[in-house]
């Protein structure tokens, strides 16, 4: 099994940048890929648990819940997440605080690296 690592960047909402990353991610677990998608800047707001979005509109959290189940993982950088006064109990179930180590582990590992 190949090894995809996705690093995202942009706000959770406002641009359908990392909603298509996501769709992209769904897609890679489809095809039997292992997927690792870390999150930097703005987009570690899509771990945040208790999300209520517009009715119709799409719910990031959901997504990367969806993609946990289906064995990615998510890390939301440690840095990042201080920056913004999130904490491990802000963060919605299997998703964790990581550092850049743990990023630069999967990049060493991975078949692909991809950013959005």
């Avoid at 690592?5 to 909402?13: E, K, R």
């Avoid at 719910?59 to 904490?87: D, F, P, S, W, Y």
């Avoid at 491990?88 to 998703?95: H, P, S, V």
Wanted: hydrophobic share 45%; aromatic share 6%; proline share 3%.
């Amino acid at each position: 099994m190949d090894t995809v690592t996705m690093i995202l960047q942009d706000p959770p909402y406002g641009t359908e940048k990392v909603w298509n990353a996501l769709r992209v991610a769904q897609a890679l677990t489809v095809v039997e890929s292992r997927v690792n998608l870390f999150l930097l800047g703005d987009a570690v707001g899509m771990a945040k648990k208790g999300q209520d979005v517009p009715k119709g509109y799409y719910n990031l959290g959901e997504m990367l819940q969806h993609l946990i189940a289906k064995g990615a993982e998510v890390r939301a950088c440690g840095t990042c997440c201080k920056a913004r006064g999130l904490t491990t109990e802000d963060l919605a179930n299997g998703m964790t605080i990581g550092i850049m180590a743990d990023l630069a582990r999967w990049i060493k590992d991975s078949d692909q690296v991809l950013t959005f």
